[in-house]
């Protein structure tokens, strides 16, 4: 495998290719920024029609009231895992191939918890009513309950996304006063003397930076693994037939990496061509993200087998009717289309001369995502469809065009928020590619000098 | 005595180094390496410390307060208002559960850790911060930048050590 980055890439040259490509980008940015605002104006669309038309117009009843607008909350919850993989976990095993790609997973973390909470509002439907999942007591002093995974759930994503954007923003901050002491002058300029906070890199500076980084860190790993474990719960901790599964919490976390990765791939593709980040987003670094996602995948599969298993022997026949049902019921092509994409199609990642083959590993990308978000939506609809008692039985259930609206606007909202974030922050941490490329070229150095000492 | 900033600017951190192994053994009356000397560096470079001997990080402990804060806030929060109960059938179960008490308190843990470990950060780095007057934008490219604060009569001692180690330039801040 060749090496993760040039080692005599010069500093100035680091801040010149990402300064640029806060300026300049392809012109597929543009395309790919009106395709997102045109996605989004229908997701918009739909959603100011079902607020006014009520929610009888996205199809959701009883027995079927969470559909896709809960399947698609916890696809772009599982999503955010990525930053906090790339970021604090490869972070703490000093991965610094991490380094060039790390920023953008982090601002996917964000902006995918972004769409996620939309989606709970979404899903309520009165929009007044989210004051309900926040701890605050009403008129009569009552509390929300605090034993109510739906309420943990609110925290763990309020924290969760907090901590991200705080990770997000301290990690840039040497970034923002590169930003501020390079560009000309104008908003951007003075934006980015706001967000510098005054940095001049002192070394009394570096230390408590290197410290509060390596902590905020720390509690994300932990935190990441809580929010989707609480998400699980929200299943795990009902009675429906096929939730009350104790493997369903790792499972989330699996599936949440997953498709986290599988997005990494995809936007280190985009951006590597609309950013001309060719240099910094390398092969041998889309190679190891492609092995780590394969990983990962095999992860998810076996726990994928460890969910069927546990419903096949618990002996709840309700459980197994609804197990069957997916895989020869109506929701069969969906859910053996999940398992092939989740399962099947990673093993493409295998080959080595695809790890390296941008339109493959983009296509596998897509398909993966395509899997994961599958998964959500078959563990969510065929319980609810497929209920303990007979009025819980809804042979005829299919979403409405208003939820595909939705679900379909959202990918749009998280690409708009994406793309400009982009335009706006180094989406290359520049810090840290100049510490990779030190370091390395120390190491090669120390390597060489070590040769001709044996000699 | 009146006392002056200088900035010397340097190619890489051996040079920086050795430059400041220079002053902090020499007697140069009016300088005192450990407080009036600053590396300016465009990467996080932990070597500096080395050279610069240890500088204590406080950081830990905002941390440590914000989370067993952040916990037992949410702990007595929840507690608090689930002894609303006392007045109401609890049908035998406990007025306050622990095991589902105790993922909130995990959440506020840590978002009180984090919260408090980023206002320990700005506090011990001193940011927000207006810019030193010697500030080059240099050191935020690729350039190592010396900071120090001299008494007016030793500013040419310090000048003279900078300019023997191959300072790239040396900016120099009139007297006060």
């Known amino acids: 495998m060749g090496k993760d980055i040039r080692e005599d890439i010069a500093w100035a040259h680091i801040n010149q290719d990402v300064l640029k490509s806060l300026e300049n980008p392809r012109p597929l940015f543009w395309v790919i920024v009106f395709v997102a605002l045109m996605m989004f104006g229908v997701g918009v669309g739909c959603e100011v029609y079902q607020y006014q038309m009520g929610m009888g117009v996205a199809g959701l009843n009883n027995p079927n009231v969470w559909g896709l607008y809960i399947a698609t909350f916890i696809f772009w919850i599982g999503m955010s895992h990525s930053g906090t993989l790339l970021s604090a976990i490869l972070h703490l095993m000093h991965a610094d191939w991490r380094k060039p790609i790390y920023r953008f997973a ?12 939309l989606f709970v ?10 004051y309900y999942a926040v701890p605050y007591p009403n008129e009569r002093w009552t509390w929300p309950n605090f034993q109510s995974p739906l309420l943990w759930d609110a925290m763990a994503i309020f924290t969760y996304l907090s901590s991200s954007v705080i990770f997000l923003y301290v990690g840039s901050i040497p970034d923002f006063a590169i930003c501020r002491d390079n560009i000309h002058p104008g908003w951007r300029k003075n934006l980015y003397t706001l967000l510098a906070l005054g940095w001049e890199g002192t070394d009394r500076q570096w230390r ?5 980084y390596l902590t905020v860190a720390c509690f994300l790993i932990p935190l990441a693994v809580s929010v989707h474990s609480i998400v699980a719960s929200d299943f795990a901790m009902s009675q429906q037939p096929g939730w009350h599964v104790t493997s369903f919490p790792p499972y989330f976390v699996a599936g949440a990496l997953y498709s986290g990765c599988a997005a990494i791939i995809t936007l280190f593709i985009i951006l590597r061509y609309v950013f001309k980040f060719e240099e910094y987003m390398t092969m041998p670094i889309l190679k190891k993200t492609v092995r780590l996602t394969f990983a990962i995948a095999m992860v998810w599969t076996y726990l994928n087998l460890i969910e069927f298993a546990s419903v096949w022997y618990s002996h709840d026949e309700v459980a197994k009717a609804v197990l069957i049902d997916k895989a020869t019921g109506r929701f069969a092509p969906f859910w053996w289309a999940m398992n092939f994409c989740g399962s099947v199609v990673p093993f493409t990642m295998m080959v080595k001369r695809w790890q390296t083959s941008i339109p493959i590993m983009f296509a596998v990308s897509l398909l993966l995502n395509l899997g994961m978000w599958l998964e959500r939506w078959m563990i969510v609809t065929p319980t609810f469809s497929h209920g303990y008692y007979p009025w819980t039985m809804d042979t005829h259930y299919w979403p409405s065009l208003v939820q595909w609206g939705i679900v379909f606007g959202s990918f749009g909202w998280f690409t708009l928020l994406f793309m400009v974030f982009c335009k706006i922050v180094p989406s290359v941490s520049m810090y840290e590619v100049k510490e990779m490329v030190y370091h390395r070229s120390l190491a090669t150095k120390k390597a060489e000098l070590g040769l001709e000492g044996g000699h | 005595m009146s006392k002056r900033h200088m900035l010397a600017l340097y190619n890489n951190f051996d040079e920086a180094e050795a430059v400041v192994r220079e002053l902090r053994n020499s007697e140069i009356k009016g300088f005192n390496a450990a407080d009036d000397l600053v590396v300016k560096s465009p990467i996080e470079h932990p070597e500096v410390e080395e050279f610069l001997g240890h500088k204590p990080v406080n950081v830990q402990w905002f941390t440590l307060i914000g989370a067993l804060s952040g916990g037992l806030l949410a702990f007595f929060l929840i507690a608090g208002s689930q002894a609303n109960f006392y007045s109401q059938m609890k049908g035998g179960k406990p007025i306050v559960p622990f095991p589902p008490d105790f993922v909130l ?27 030193s007057p010697l500030y080059s934008a240099k050191v935020s490219t690729d350039q190592i930048g010396l900071l120090v604060r001299v008494d007016d009569n030793s500013a040419a001692t310090l000048r003279s050590i900078f300019t023997k180690h191959q300072a790239l330039e040396i900016q120099e801040e009139a007297g006060k």
């Open chain 2, 105 to 131: 308190t995990y959440e506020m843990f840590i978002l009180g850790g984090v919260y408090i470990t980023v206002l320990g950060f700005l506090i011990c780095a001193g940011l927000p911060a207006r810019r």
């Open chain 1, 208 to 212: 408590n930076f290197r410290v509060t």
């Open chain 1, 106 to 117: 982090e601002a996917m973390t964000t902006f995918s918890l972004m769409t996620a909470g």
């Open chain 1, 121 to 130: 509002m979404v899903h309520l439907g009165r929009l007044w009513q989210f």
